[in-house]
């Protein structure tokens, strides 16, 4: 065993982490730090002679990488090559809406129409898919409706559509092979890393459909490759090469995140990455004044905050400018934000809401209407609560004579504390007076003529809001207060009129403080199903908000106001938002949304269970000819990469336990190595993985697709790691078993000391290699699907009761 | 100033580093594992003491636990009404002295010390302890909040000493015990019938026997002292996970401290093996297994009180069940037969009672909205079933007997709404992979979707081999495979319905059919036939071990039951982690008419805010320190001063995030007093923030900062004292306090709701959390 027993005090070992590694060798006596180690090393050097001096060794090393660049490009060729076939294969096939494409191809139907949609994830990859889609010609009639609907008959051109993603799911092998290339892996193992990447049946089903996944993947391993790629010219700050790869860390990081948030699991790693470096530069040892550290951090800032946050707005702003039109995503937004949208009822259907009318009440999220019926609730409920047995007031979700609400003013006779009433010259010319922000109404129920009120009753299904019923109008006098209501709008100002349809309004009860809330739940029979409504105490309560409907007033005639000038439709709508506030308004709905995916989906799965391919995802399938396509991971590949995460974490934890003991099995230069490269490599994997854990919506298996590339590319690191650690070209053989000098020896030199590595370790990887085609051969029809011969033979492949493959 | 530090070089250090001599940075230098060179290891981690002078200390402890001892007890008896959660824990501690046997969340130590304080005042057990109502007049409700009164009170000496033992100054320990003693929040809840105020005591034990012991450790490991204080962490730790499962945090954060210990001593490379190895055995035995032989020593306890049958027994096993005297268990029938009214129960650890009630599946929840089938934890007759055959034709004449064998198909017909027990490939409401169970069809339709076969799986008492072998009540463990589907029925896994199907757990039909699964094992749990022999008090085996896992397993299954229910918890009485830490929300502890006496739960916005607030500057401080350290400026005196203000940052800190972060994960139910722990942290942390940055500013101003802060926390808590001995008249009176809008101190408008719902509101179930 190679042990180097020396005593260090944390200070001296922190300083050599400080020494660059520049690919220009420095002498060893100014590599390190020489007081003890220079002893040591020529104490062994008497004992044992060196093979060779370790400049030697550099130059060597730097020569073959040379001699070897034209094999790398050969190998990048071939990679890419295999990626575009596996990916291109029978793309065509199944001609039918696959899976999540009925949501992706519909949202690039929306862009060619132009009209306005809402969707959890940010708009990129879909503009990027209607950018082919319109390339194609297409121009979006179809909105891809259900799964299993055929395109051909559809006149969709799905191919161009899914070459896209294909394309971009191909790229994604080589920018792995690549990043192996440059954390300094042997040619045969980056070969290796690209292979698996290649023949995972995962990537391929995921890549040859009209999803965003492959998008993500590729921005994503970008971003990885691009912030190595910078990492490497730290040496030569400020340089072309240094700004130009940085920037380029700050645009792929900006894409993966137009495609979907998951790109802020990258955004962390490289944020990680950036602190680290940028805590070593704060280092006093390194030599930076604070001048020079400021501008170092700005150039940081400008480059990986500034420039991937404008990037991601100008998606938005496109998004925006290409969805000009009232669409179906119309309601998840603010009445503000609709009344920009063209064709929007927000401003062609939008009047001022005059006293005396008649309209109905319209829940703003259940969609529900303020009804009353001429039924009361029931003395005692069967949670042993008693009613007032008066007039039931619900929600009601179809149209109907009972859900019209007169609106009366307050009277000040009545009721003495009522705010004055407002009217300008136009009203009174007009002799029409208009509801206005924070007035105070009553609200008539035009069929049973009765007056809204709650009053100090437990609604029937709680025990803390307030029962909401109604008062005959003879009887409404004595009990006036409880019949009034302040007509609240949302971001309203005083004098503000009141409109259908643009203005949310919430009516808070003047003499009980409560508002008019919709419980969650629906009444039993008595209640004839219908949702209940009962007094909110919590005015702030997100679902207090309420708008006018459907309006009847004398002076409003067709929908419109006579008094109003008509409006066009196709003009350019009257609301405006700035960029900004619309951009923040959407962004947080997007949030709000995606964590309200909380319902459970058949084939949603926990992310415990992604990394041992314990299920998959039915994304699609046809009886006829027993075909499907079945997202599963080519599994001997991903236990394969499991296990790998698993070793690396072990020989982690024992390489500190030991080192703790000041017993240095890797010595200082090969530790740094693994930590920066394979240790960079786990924070990747572990930071698209964990989060999940966290989140309570309902996840799938793809989720773990960023996560599992980090993970094949981590296995194959460390294979090469384990093997070349163990062959005769370990750093303590190069220095002719000289431990102290070993340590030393720079990882690209051992790294580069020969292409393939030992034959048994090539034999090894092709080994392994043969199973991996095996299985991915084997579970390719489910894959590609392209059907199986027999029940039998599907059979064969549900290796797993948890397996949900169809027809097996 | 600082700028120009940070600029310099290694080279301008040489002089002189921040005003300090050049000679102690070696010392600063030193590996961090070097604490057994020094000279003279015992002087330096002493408390100051002034030789020579008078000590203070002792007088300073004392008058504070006289003056937090007049806080607690003052005006204890004023509210002669069951308040809040007392509803629960009155409730408990009357069962330990019946001696009935009941179940909760939580684990029984502190609801055993409550019965214990309720014996020593002469309470017999009778009271209900229902929300608001009225104690009578022989029910010396005072004596037992004095009980808790005290031990809360003893807080406040802990919070000094713990100061003095964490380096800070007197005035700072005095501070720091003043924050714990007129904390409006933690002297309010101590006050009543409740577990806060012991599990506080506990988590504030700990912390103190933690800080001690490392003192110990830091200056003479191994020694007997250093032994004793570890097993008094130990203990503390113990009672305080018995007390409630947060006590699980106070165990993080003496487990993380513990590694760190081996973790540094492992790099030292003196120390022999034979010490460092006897380092982790004295810590295995005093931290892990002495805390777990408190925990399990408190059940040991729980299960020998309470011998009686009460409400609490179908969370347990039948077996369990059947060795409690009072339920008639043993007069089961053995053997069952067809025709016999059975219940069924779940062989998972917790598991229900099979079940049935008249609502159906809703609309939308499954396919067939038949009659819900479910899992109860309650006797009920809607547990009760009849075993059928499968044809009408078969069964046995009146007063024939005719019993039931392992492989028979049957029926089970529910008693109440007579449906029949049925499956189908419909998919289950929750679990989607499998097949729903319903209740549905008549005796005298055949389907065979009703057929069910028996299988045994296990049995505890001997059959003859070879026999067919007989279902029997409360022993026979057997599965349920539904004919048609070949799945088995099954429950478990803590699957809980939604709100319509009562939050009850749910029936599917498991196609796994795993009989492996104990979910999908079931036992006779009650048997009623009138043609058979009662069974007579046979021998049914007992075991502890097995009652204490299915204990646990059941409190744990109830702990994540108790998820957040708008229709049945007002909203302000629950809140959200993050409004705890910058006082968004007061909670209310009783009704709120006018004419009742209320109390409001509520903290001292100096301590709330200015621990908060001090959690961000000690942040910063840090982040100032370490950039200062990597441009090498020397803030330190010395390693040992380093370390000091790391273990004081470490206990507060890491004490407050590990109390404080885990309900942002928790799906529970949350309320207010959930971070009083964490709040305990951060006053500790409070404290030594201030200490530390008032130290830097000359003595004289020193102090007065201190003194400032501590003549603020109490002119503050005079201003909301009487949230705490309690307001009588309208709670407009105190509508100047309602400091922050959020604060339902009162209504806002005069003559509230909350009189008409005071009913309801009086402690409404909060879940006893």
């Not at chain 2, 940075?25 to 008078?54: C, G, H, L, R, Y």
């Not at chain 2, 003095?164 to 007129?182: D, N, R, Y």
Request: with cysteine; glycine share 8%; net charge neutral.
């Amino acid at each position: 065993m190679s042990e180097v027993r020396k005593r260090k005090g944390g200070k001296e070992r922190e300083k050599d982490a400080d020494e660059p590694v520049s690919p220009v060798p420095q002498s060893p006596e100014k590599a390190k730090a020489p007081e003890k180690l220079a002893p040591a090393a020529e104490l062994s050097r008497k004992e044992k002679p060196v093979v060779k001096p370790l400049e030697e060794l550099i130059a060597d090393a730097q020569e073959k990488q040379e001699q070897w660049s034209n094999t790398w490009t050969v190998g990048l060729v071939f990679v890419s090559l295999l990626a575009f076939l596996t990916r291109m294969y029978r793309i065509q096939d199944p001609g039918k809406v696959v899976f999540d494409e009925v949501h992706f191809g519909k949202f690039a139907s929306f862009y060619l129409r132009g009209e306005y949609y809402f969707d959890v994830h940010p708009p990129l990859g879909k503009l990027l898919l209607a950018g082919t889609a319109a390339l194609a010609g297409y121009d979006g009639h179809y909105l891809f409706d259900e799964i299993g609907d055929d395109y051909v008959v559809n006149k969709v051109p799905f191919v161009s559509m899914r070459l896209f993603p294909a394309l971009c799911g191909s790229l994604i092998i080589p920018f792995c092979y690549l990043t192996l290339k440059e954390l300094g892996v042997s040619y045969v193992a980056a070969l290796f890393g690209a292979f698996m990447l290649i023949f995972d049946n995962a990537l391929i089903a995921q890549s040859r459909l009209i999803l965003l996944d492959s998008m993500l993947l590729l921005f994503g391993v970008m971003s990885i490759y691009t912030w190595i790629k910078f990492y490497k010219t730290r040496m030569s700050p400020f340089s072309f090469q240094w700004w130009f790869w940085m920037s380029m860390t700050g645009v792929s990081l900006a894409l993966t995140l137009g495609v979907k948030m998951v790109g802020l699991f990258t955004i962390a790693v490289v944020g990680i990455a950036v602190l680290f470096d940028l805590w070593r530069l704060l280092d006093i040892d390194r030599g930076l004044s604070m001048t020079q550290f400021y501008k170092h951090f700005a150039a940081r800032a400008l480059c990986l905050i500034v420039l991937p946050i404008t990037l991601y707005l100008s998606f938005f702003y496109i998004h925006f400018a290409l969805l000009p039109y009232s669409g179906p995503g119309d309601a998840f937004m603010t009445p503000k934000f609709q009344a920009t949208l063209m064709g929007s009822e927000m401003f062609t259907k939008s009047v001022a809401v005059p006293y005396s009318s008649i309209a109905t009440i319209k829940h703003r999220d259940q969609g529900i209407l303020l009804h009353s019926h001429d039924a009361k609730y029931p003395l005692r409920y069967e949670n042993g609560h008693v009613s007032s047995e008066g007039q039931q007031v619900t929600g009601y979700e179809h149209p109907d004579g009972n859900n019209y609400w007169e609106i009366i003013p307050v009277d000040a006779a009545k009721y003495p504390e009522a705010p004055e009433f407002k009217a300008d010259a136009m009203e009174l010319k007009r002799d029409v007076r208009y509801l206005r922000h924070n007035d105070i109404v009553q609200l008539l129920h035009s069929v049973s003529l009765s007056f809204l009120l709650t009053h100090d009753v437990a609604s029937p299904l709680t025990n803390t809001n307030m029962e909401m019923t109604t008062v005959p109008r003879d009887k409404a006098d004595e009990r006036y207060e409880e019949t009034l209501w302040r007509v609240v709008v949302q971001g309203g100002k005083d004098g503000d009129r009141v409109r259908t349809k643009s203005s949310l309004v919430k009516f808070v009860n003047v003499k009980h403080n409560v508002c008019v809330h919709p419980n969650k739940l629906t009444l039993p029979e008595w209640g004839f199903n219908q949702v209940e409504i009962n007094g909110e105490k919590n005015l702030e309560h997100k679902s207090n908000w309420w708008a006018f409907d459907d309006i009847r007033h004398t002076t409003i005639v067709n929908g419109t106001d006579i008094f109003e000038p008509p409006v066009d439709a196709s003009k350019k709508p009257r609301g405006h938002m700035p960029f900004l506030a619309k951009f923040f308004e959407l962004q947080a709905k997007m949030f709000e949304a995606n964590a309200g995916l909380t319902s459970e989906h058949p084939y949603s799965s926990t992310p415990g269970s992604w990394p041992f391919v314990v299920r998959g995802i039915s994304f699609w399938e046809n009886k006829e000819g027993l075909r499907q396509i079945y997202l599963l991971g080519n599994p001997f590949i991903w236990w394969f990469s499991i296990t790998a995460v698993g070793v690396y974490v072990g020989i982690w934890t024992v390489d500190r336990i030991v080192l703790r003991r000041q017993v240095d099995l890797l010595g200082f230069s090969l530790r740094r190595w693994f930590d920066r490269s394979i240790g960079f490599l786990f924070l990747a994997w572990l930071l698209h993985w964990i989060p999940f854990f966290l989140m309570g919506r309902m996840l799938f298996l793809h989720h773990y697709l960023p996560s599992f590339i980090f993970s094949t590319m981590l296995a194959t690191a460390l294979l090469d790691f384990i093997f070349r650690l163990s062959n005769e070209r370990s750093p303590s053989t190069l220095t002719g078993g000289n431990a102290a000098l070993a340590a030393r020896v720079p990882y690209f030199v051992w790294m580069r000391t020969s292409l393939f590595g030992n034959i048994l370790y090539t034999a090894v990887l092709v080994g392994l290699m043969g199973s991996f085609l095996w299985c991915f051969a084997f579970f390719s029809p489910i894959s590609y699907g392209y059907g199986l011969p027999s029940v039998e033979a599907v059979r064969e492949r549900k290796w797993f009761k948890s397996w949900d493959l169809q027809h097996a | 100033m600082a700028e120009t530090e940070l600029r310099k070089r290694p080279a301008a250090k040489a002089t002189t580093v921040n005003g300090q001599p050049e000679s102690a940075k070696p010392e600063f230098e030193k590996p961090v594992a070097t604490f057994t060179e020094d000279a003279d290891p015992q002087a330096k981690n002493k408390i100051p003491k002034k030789k020579n002078s008078f000590n203070v200390v002792p007088y300073i402890a004392l008058l504070l636990t006289i003056a937090s001892v007049f806080t607690r007890v003052y005006r204890l008896g004023r509210a002669d009404f069951v308040v809040w959660d007392e509803a629960h824990f009155g409730k408990f501690a009357s069962f330990y002295i019946k001696r009935s046997f009941y179940f909760d969340v939580h684990p029984p130590l502190g609801k055993t010390l409550l019965g214990a304080s309720g014996l020593f005042v002469g309470y017999n057990g009778s009271f209900p302890f229902e929300s608001g109502k009225q104690y009578p007049p022989e029910l010396n409700y005072t004596g037992m909040r004095a009980f808790c009164s005290l031990i809360g009170s003893l807080m406040v000496p802990l919070g000094f000493y713990t100061g003095l033992q964490l380096k800070m100054s007197i005035l700072a320990s005095t501070f720091l015990a003043t924050m714990v003693m007129l904390d409006v929040a933690l002297l309010s809840i101590s006050r009543f019938i409740l577990l806060d105020s012991l599990l506080l005591f506990f988590t504030a034990l700990s912390a103190y026997c933690l800080v001690v012991f490392r003192n110990y450790q830091k200056t003479e490991p191994l020694s007997t002292r250093w032994h004793i204080w570890m097993a008094y962490t130990g203990i503390s730790i113990g009672c305080c996970l018995s007390v409630k499962w947060v006590g699980l945090f106070v165990i993080a954060l003496v487990g993380l401290n513990t590694l760190e210990d081996l973790w540094v001593m492992l790099g030292d490379l003196k120390m022999p093996v034979r010490t460092y190895a006897r380092h982790w055995i004295v810590r295995i035995a005093f931290l892990i297994l002495l805390p777990a032989a408190v925990y399990v020593f408190s059940f040991w306890l729980h299960f020998t009180i309470l011998n009686e049958s009460g409400e609490g027994d179908a969370q347990m096993s039948s077996l369990f069940q059947a060795n409690l005297q009072g339920n008639n268990f043993h007069e089961n029938p053995i053997s069952i037969a067809y025709g016999s009214k059975i219940s069924i129960k779940n062989g998972a650890r917790g598991g229900g009672l099979l079940h049935s009630h008249i609502q159906t599946y809703p609309p939308g929840a499954s396919g067939s909205e038949q009659q819900q089938v479910t899992c109860y934890h309650h006797k009920d007759q809607n547990n009760e079933w009849i075993v059928m055959t499968p044809a009408e034709e078969d069964m046995p004449a009146e007063n024939e007997i005719k019993y039931l064998y392992e492989g028979d198909t049957i029926r089970l017909q529910h008693d109440q709404t007579k449906k029949l027990l049925h499956s189908h490939p419909l998919v289950a409401p929750v679990s989607k992979a499998h097949w729903e169970v319903s209740g549905y069809g008549n005796l005298s339709i055949p389907d065979p979707n009703d057929l069910w076969v028996v299988e045994i799986v296990k049995d505890g008492r001997l059959q003859l081999e070879g026999e067919k072998r007989e279902i029997r009540s409360l022993t026979t463990r057997f599965a349920l495979r539904h004919k048609a589907l070949g799945c088995l029925l099954h429950s478990g896994e803590s699957k809980n319905l939604p709100e319509w199907g009562f939050k009850q757990a749910e029936v599917y039909c498991d196609k796994t059919a795993d009989v492996k699964n104990p979910g999908n094992l079931w036992n006779v749990e009650q048997h009623w036939n009138s043609l058979l022999p009662p069974g007579g008090a046979a021998a049914y085996p007992q075991s502890f071990w097995r009652d204490f896992i299915d204990l646990n397993i059941a409190m744990w299954q109830a702990n994540n039951a108790l998820t957040p229910d708008p229709t049945k918890e007002p909203d302000q009485l629950t809140s959200k982690p993050h409004q705890w830490p910058i006082m968004q929300v007061g909670l209310r502890m009783c009704g709120w008419g006018d004419n009742e006496l209320k109390y409001f739960l509520l903290g001292n916005p100096v301590v709330w805010i200015g621990s908060t607030v001090a959690l961000v500057v000690f942040a910063a401080v840090c982040f100032v320190y370490l950039v200062r350290a990597q441009r090498r400026c020397g803030d330190w005196k010395n390693e040992d001063e380093l370390d000091d203000f790391m273990f004081a940052g470490k206990v507060g800190v890491l004490g407050w995030f590990l109390h404080y972060l885990p309900f942002f994960i928790m799906g529970r139910v949350m309320y207010l007093h959930h971070y009083f722990p964490a709040l305990y942290f951060a006053i500790i942390l409070f404290a030594f923030v201030v200490d530390h940055l008032a130290k830097r500013t000359g003595k004289v101003l020193h102090a007065v900062i201190l003194l400032a802060f501590t003549a603020g926390v109490v002119a503050v808590f005079v201003q909301f004292s009487d949230f705490v001995f309690g307001m009588d008249g309208p709670a407009t009176q105190w509508a100047h306090l309602k400091w922050i809008s959020t604060w339902n101190v009162f209504d806002g408008v005069a003559g509230s709701v909350g009189a008409a719902l005071s009913g309801d509101f009086g402690g409404a179930g909060s879940g006893s959390a």
